[in-house]
């Protein structure tokens, strides 16, 4: 990988990151009305009506107040909540650890099923284990994950107690209370991902396993086990890989609602609130930032692409 | 065969396995049937092929696409999809492998028989450095620790003649080129010191010049290890110098057998003729006409009945069409073997003038 | 030729192609520049074959593919009957095509799999409307009766019906319906089986003579090339290195890179010792950063001092025998 790749890749981060951010930012004059009416739902006196004027900058250009607000947020201003005065960045701070750890749990849990089924589905591609595999994966995936999270929680946070039906606890303050208060809304968020990842894995699997080198692994006398995890698992993990980065994006709109439903101080709670509230500069914020996250994960995965694939030189 | 006593067999790799004194065979292949169920009706790749083959020799099998050249091997090596259906017996050593699971095969893969694919550019995994491809079958088959696995693959790669193998060992298949592929193809197949080495094509892929070198590694290296070879192509000049015994396939049956010289100075089939005298000759002038065979190879599924070349066979006579010709030892020459009622040569009855065979006619296949 | 050289060269105005000092270059990553075809010439009489050899990789396809213009070569003059078709532009161009046909190596690829038999051999016709659709249907009649098809049969059909054979027969029926002065057959018979590939090498000598056809045939298979062509050219990594008639090239071989291809030739007939005497060693150079002087010297047994920093030239060495070699087998002429 070349110096000048890198830089040129950089570039056009950057470009992608101002873009993202532009239109987050531009959310608020694109609603309709008047930004300040939006804002205080028409209970503003005058002077809070003037200082909100100004707190926005209302009269200054859209680039001009676009440019503002990012120099604010580089710098860790992120504005501040107009009912409570709160600032946000205070918000994120203890938000944003939460929704990370919710959507990385989630993919890891449904990589770590997905994998191993879509590898066993290829195998087995054509027999009972595969076809009941993948309709009861076809059958999560058809189910809405906040249906998912009632059954979840009635089944076994209300009748059989196993965890905690809401509420969140700290890592640091009870690992064990931790990972039992992230459970189930993992579940539920993982369930339709393991279903998207095992029927992609299953299907560049099936493909690999027609190849000459995997018959000629077979021919060395290699075991069925090492054939398909050591020889044709990251041959065809390429699209596993992209879709997992792009779906990163799902996964925080279903995680808005679950952690709603299982009270978990996150982002999507946070984002939640601030819609409920017109908090509209925290919204935008927050948009921001999850639009940033997003950016960012799709393009480190890019990187990882040469090293599941030496084949892929970035030149 | 325990990992310990395979071990022991391996150590020195260049020293002949000799068989036991009285010993029969490598393999002996008996009524060998493949065939597979397609959506439109049963294929039968291969369909009664027989044969033997002596430790340290080259059987040479030859014939146009889908005569059933790699259905055969992969028979042999229990490589079949699972929409295959195989009858007869395989023998290795005088054991009956024919029915042998997939942890059977296993153990004597590499170790007993192993293979070489016909295109480099597919047969290595992209994502693997051939180093590990190497190192791979020694650690597992002969339990060696990491170092003396490497320096086996080092003594490998220079075997098959790989420049600077210190450094190669450690690139990736893309790195190289076709004919460097192969060479670390053969590599792979040679690491546990195979007794038995099936080369489905080695060459086909690759050029005249990197052909004729990989044709001569292969030949070294079977005379160093005395191994066994079958060697897959659909060239006869491949296989003319090269192999001790020629088996000419047609749809799915060995329509003759016999030792090389024989087979190209005392041809008795007529596909097997028609085979020779349509390929060009550097040997013949230019603009040489050639004898085309007419028409085309039968369909698998619905075989002519009797010989399946006699739709195509100059000479073909109402017997031909009825029953097939069984593969039978000439009376002339011990170990040529040869399907066919009217053969070539003088004891062909004096009725059988050629007739001409049918136009090829456009349409379907 | 490999090396440069115009001594093979007819006198101008006799030949049907003539080739002067064509290169085509590719540009690859990191501004590096594939040198695929580095100056070579070459002519056709009307009426000859010309069959071009030489490993994989060497520039036969991309030689081919500049005579027909696509793309453009990059520099060097390519001229059909006089008229140089590098400086023609847009419908100048079209109208000059159906005179140049190509014929591709995978037959069932080449051929669209949408569309029935009859329409693609109609094909090169409808493009410049020259026949009306009575006129149309005759001439595909009549192709495909002479590719040894049956028009009935086939007419209606589409490729993926068709064996290979049948296919590189349809393949030839497109190329030949325009009447077209020169065909470019590019790997014709590589894809087929032996058998097959005789009746297609026969049949290609058979419209040869029918329609008076005038070929270029590059295929990597020397006895193929030996058996069809009136000329062989050999190239080595964009170069030509020797240019003659066939029987003379293969008895006697002027350049050391013909020798080394044609000994490695395996012969169907167990009584001819296998040559291994003389083996290429080493790797094919990357036409990214070919070798100075001869292109063939890294792996050329006879290589000197001399042949890294000069680059041969065409010399004649016997009658229409010409090599580009400072060194070669055969004596050159004065
Ligand atoms: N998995 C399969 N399913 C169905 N038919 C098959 C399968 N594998 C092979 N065949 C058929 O079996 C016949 C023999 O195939 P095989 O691959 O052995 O031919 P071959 O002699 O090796 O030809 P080639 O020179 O093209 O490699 C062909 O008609 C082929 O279509
Ligand atoms: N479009 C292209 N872009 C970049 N490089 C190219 C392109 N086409 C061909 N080349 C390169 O040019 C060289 C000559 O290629 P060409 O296809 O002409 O070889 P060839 O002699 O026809 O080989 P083959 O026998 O494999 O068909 C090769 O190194 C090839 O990689
Ligand atoms: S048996 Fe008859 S048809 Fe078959 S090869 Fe012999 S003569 Fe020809
Ligand atoms: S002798 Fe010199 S000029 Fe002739 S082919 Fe060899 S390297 Fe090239
Ligand atoms: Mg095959
Ligand atoms: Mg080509």
């Known amino acids: ?315 | 065969m325990s990992r310990q006593r395979r071990r022991k067999l391996i150590e020195v790799p260049s020293t002949p396995h000799m068989g036991q004194p009285g010993a029969g065979p490598l393999l002996d292949v008996d009524g060998v049937r493949t065939s597979f169920d397609t959506a439109r009706g049963r294929v039968k790749a291969v369909d009664g092929v027989t044969f033997r083959l002596e430790r340290g020799k080259t059987l040479g099998i030859v014939g146009e696409s889908g005569s059933g050249k790699s259905v055969l091997s992969r028979t042999i090596m229990g490589l079949l999809p699972s929409t295959a259906t195989r009858e007869g017996t395989v023998r290795f050593e005088g054991r009956d492998i024919s029915d042998l699971s997939a942890e059977g095969y296993r153990d004597l893969y590499g170790t007993e028989m192993s293979m070489v694919f016909q295109d480099p550019m597919t047969s290595l995994n992209p994502v693997l450095r051939i180093g590990r491809q190497i190192t791979e079958s020694l650690r597992y088959h002969l339990d060696m620790d990491k170092r003396e696995a490497n320096e086996t693959a080092l003594a490998l790669l220079d075997a098959v003649k790989i420049p600077e193998p210190a450094k190669r060992i450690r690139s990736y298949p893309h790195e190289l080129s076709g004919g460097m592929r192969q060479r670390v193809v053969i590599a792979v197949a040679l690491a546990c010191g195979p007794k038995l080495l099936f080369a489905d094509e080695p060459t086909t892929a690759l050029d005249v010049t990197v052909q004729a070198q990989i044709l001569d590694l292969l030949a070294e290296q079977q005379r160093e290890r005395f191994m066994a070879m079958i060697l897959i192509t659909h060239d006869l000049g491949v296989v003319a110098g090269r192999a001790d015994e020629i088996a000419v396939m047609y749809a799915g049956r060995i329509v003759e057998k016999a030792p090389t010289n024989v087979l190209f100075s005392d041809t008795r089939m007529p596909y097997t003729e028609a085979l020779m005298k349509a390929i060009p000759k550097v040997s013949q002038p230019s603009h040489t006409r050639l004898d085309a065979i007419g028409g085309r190879p039968p369909d698998l599924i619905n075989p002519p009945a009797g010989c399946a070349f006699s739709p195509r066979c100059p000479y073909a006579q109402e017997r031909c069409r009825a029953e097939p010709p069984p593969l039978s030892e000439s009376t002339r020459v011990a170990g040529h073997y040869f399907a066919c009622f009217y053969p070539l040569g003088h004891d062909r009855p004096a009725d059988t003038s050629p007739v001409t065979p049918e136009p090829t006619s456009g349409g379907a296949r | 030729m490999a090396g440069s050289g115009t001594a093979h060269l007819r006198p101008a105005g006799s030949a049907l192609l003539r080739v002067e000092g064509l290169v085509v270059e590719f540009s690859a990553a990191r501004r590096r520049t594939v040198h695929a075809v580095s100056n070579i010439s070459f002519d056709i009489l009307e009426g000859e074959t010309l069959g071009l050899v030489g490993e994989s990789g060497c520039g036969k396809s991309t030689t081919g593919k500049a005579v027909i213009q696509v793309p453009r070569p990059t520099a060097g003059s390519v001229s059909l009957d006089g008229v140089e078709l590098t400086s023609l532009r847009g419908s100048r161009l079209r109208q000059i095509r159906p005179q140049l046909q190509m014929i591709f190596q995978d037959p069932i690829s080449s051929l669209n799999p949408r569309r029935k038999v009859a329409d693609i051999v109609a094909e090169p016709l409808r493009i410049w409307r020259t026949a009306d659709a009575d006129q149309e249907a005759a001439k595909v009649e009549e192709v495909l009766v002479a590719v040894g098809v049956d028009p009935d049969a086939a007419r209606d059909r589409r490729p993926h019906e068709f064996s290979g054979g049948q296919c590189q027969r349809i393949s030839i029926a497109r190329a030949v319906i325009t009447d077209p002065r020169l065909i470019i057959c590019d790997e014709p018979v590589s894809a087929l089986d032996v058998s097959v590939q005789a009746q297609i090498l026969n049949l290609l000598q058979d419209m040869k003579t029918r329609y008076g056809l005038t070929l270029v045939f590059i295929a990597h298979d020397l006895a193929v090339v030996k058996n069809v062509s009136d000329r062989v050219a050999v190239m080595y990594l964009g170069k030509i290195c020797e240019v003659g008639p066939p029987d003379t090239l293969f008895a006697e071989p002027a350049h050391p890179y013909t020798e080394a291809l044609i000994s490695a030739i395996p012969h169907p007939d167990p009584t001819v010792p296998i040559d291994s005497g003389i083996r290429l060693t080493g790797e094919l150079p990357s036409p990214l950063d070919p070798p100075s002087g001869c292109r063939f010297r890294t792996r050329c047994p006879r290589a000197q001092a001399r042949c890294s920093t000069e680059e041969p030239t065409a010399r004649g060495v016997g009658d229409d025998h010409f090599v580009a070699c400072h060194f070669p087998l055969l004596e050159p002429e004065e």
């Open chain 1, 1 to 315: 990988m070349s110096w000048r790749y890198v830089g040129r890749r950089l570039v056009q981060l950057v470009v992608v990151l101002l873009i993202v951010t532009f239109f987050s930012f531009m959310l608020i004059n694109l609603l309709p009305g008047d930004p300040v009416d939006n804002l205080c739902t028409g209970v503003c006196d005058q002077e809070q009506e003037a200082q909100i004027r100004e707190e926005l900058n209302l009269d200054e250009g859209v680039v001009q107040r676009y440019f503002d607000w990012l120099g604010g947020i580089l710098t860790g201003d992120f504005g501040r909540y107009y009912d409570s005065g709160v600032q946000v960045s205070q918000v994120l701070e203890s938000a944003l650890p939460v929704s990370l750890q919710l959507v990385i749990y989630t993919q890891i849990v449904a990589l770590v099923i997905a994998i191993p089924m879509g590898v066993l589905t290829a195998y087995r591609a054509g027999t009972v284990f595969d076809r009941s595999s993948n309709a009861t994966a076809f059958g999560f995936l058809a189910l809405p994950n906040y249906v998912l999270a009632f059954y979840l929680i009635s089944i076994f946070a209300l009748g059989l107690a196993w965890f905690p039906p809401g509420g969140y606890v700290y890592l640091s303050d009870n690992p064990i209370e931790h990972f039992k208060s992230m459970f189930l809304p993992v579940m539920a968020l993982a369930a339709g991902q393991v279903a998207v990842y095992m029927r992609l894995l299953r299907s560049d699997m099936i493909q690999t396993l027609q190849e000459d080198y995997i018959t000629m692994a077979k021919a060395k006398g290699m075991p069925p086990r090492r054939v398909l995890f050591r020889h044709a698992l990251r041959p065809s993990s390429l699209t596993l890989l992209t879709v997992a980065g792009l779906n990163v994006g799902t996964l925080i709109g279903g995680a808005v609602i679950i952690e709603v439903l299982f009270e978990l101080p996150g982002m999507g709670t946070q984002i939640f609130l601030t819609i409920n509230n017109n908090e509209y500069v925290a919204l935008q914020s927050y948009i921001a930032i999850i639009g940033v996250a997003y950016v960012l994960i799709n393009f480190s995965i890019d990187f990882t692409y040469s090293l599941v694939d030496p084949r892929i030189r970035h030149g």
